[in-house]
């Protein structure tokens, strides 16, 4: 077939950015076995208590009015963390999730040519975001799993425009220092944007804390991210917001989706910013039954099972001996339980498991003891 204008053939289809082709895309957490059954869903970090009474209730209201486009600004929301957390409320960002805030910070600051620069076992959607924008990813070595700051400085060129770094880590679930995060920033140039993503920090106890929010509000190449979807039990309405300098949330809004935040995900959020009694009763929990798991899991060191420590609701477990990962995961499928098998991501030796219920944890646990020793 020929252009009748041009008399020149079409090419046989669209074809994509060579850089997007590189892509591989992200791959979430099952809810069901590959044969199609329902599963104890311990794969996606998700709260096992659910939402607050409040954020539902206030969801709920909401629903009166879906003619409506939602509040552009999301002025309610703004206010409400801004009141929360002593900040400017001009100066933060939302979007559909902490994902597309991250996806902007490569956007609007880096392209083909550029850098950018994440830890190895880092969230997947860094290297997503970096070859979207067709900049070029830097993977650093872990240390033990864990931030290595020496190693980012050390990555570090003049091509380098943005620095992820999740705090706590997804899927480690490692946690950096508040002097090491300061360190970090200090060795940076001011030109590039240290992304911290915070989107675990609601589990921290208070001596955890990074001291991000404050990075962020007192220089002017820090951006720093949370969403609404781990300790709120939001995951279904996609909240994400972020605080920044104003001179980087202008640029953000550029390129921000329209309308991102819906009108009842607004709603439930100002509702879950303000019922402290189920974030902290989320908390407690975590802190229990991830010390339980964590416990049963290290009761298997002879079997060459081996546990990261974590800040985060979930537990990276290493199969170093006998056992692999892959069958252990397999296994867990069959006994009615999903967990996270990372092989894409350079963990094919380890199992993420969010902590459930104390039915749940208790039952995988169980699960995974009897799989390692064949009882």
Request: aromatic share 8%; charged share 20%; glycine share 10%.
């Amino acid at each position: 077939m020929t252009d009748s204008i041009s008399n020149l053939p079409f090419p046989s289809a669209p074809q994509a950015k060579q850089w997007i082709q590189d892509i591989a895309p992200y791959v979430p957490g099952k809810a069901k076995s590959d044969d199609g059954r329902a599963l104890i869903k311990l794969s996606a970090n998700e709260n096992p208590l659910g939402t607050s009474a409040k954020a539902r209730a206030a969801f709920a209201e909401a629903e009166q009015d879906l003619a409506r486009y939602p509040d552009p600004g999301a002025s309610g929301l703004r206010e409400a963390l801004a009141a929360k957390y002593g900040l400017d409320p001009a100066r933060i960002i939302y979007g559909t999730g902490s994902d597309e805030l991250l996806h902007m910070a490569a956007s609007a600051f880096a392209g083909p040519g550029d850098e950018i620069l994440f830890m190895q076992y880092g969230f997947a959607v860094y290297e997503i975001a970096t070859r979207r924008v067709g900049a070029t990813p830097i993977e650093v070595p872990a240390k033990d799993y864990a931030t290595d700051v020496d190693g980012l400085l050390a990555a570090v060129t003049e091509r380098t425009k943005v620095v992820y770094v999740a705090n706590p880590n997804n899927p480690t679930g490692t946690l950096a220092s508040r002097a090491e995060i300061a360190r970090l920033h200090a060795g940076l140039r001011p030109d590039i944007l240290f992304v911290l993503d915070q989107a675990y920090a609601e589990y921290l106890e208070p001596q955890e804390e990074d001291g991000g929010l404050a990075l962020a509000e007192n220089a002017a190449n820090v951006l720093v991210t949370r969403t609404f979807s781990k300790i709120y039990g939001l995951a279904a309405e996609r909240i994400g917001w972020g605080y920044a300098s104003a001179d980087i949330i202008a640029m953000l809004h550029r390129i921000r989706a329209p309308f991102n935040v819906t009108t009842c995900g607004q709603a439930a959020a100002v509702a879950a910013l303000g019922d402290d009694d189920f974030v902290d009763a989320s908390r407690a929990h975590n802190a229990e039954w991830l010390g339980f798991l964590a416990q049963e899991m290290e009761a298997l060191g002879n079997q060459g099972v081996r546990v990261v420590p974590s800040a985060c609701n979930f537990l990276l477990v290493l199969f170093e001996g006998n056992v692999s990962a892959e069958s252990v995961y397999n296994g867990l499928m069959q006994r009615g339980y999903i967990v996270r098998w990372l092989p894409g991501q350079g963990l094919g030796q380890g199992l993420r498991i969010t902590i459930g219920t104390e039915e749940e944890t208790r039952g995988v646990a169980a699960a995974i003891r009897d799989l390692v020793t064949g009882g």
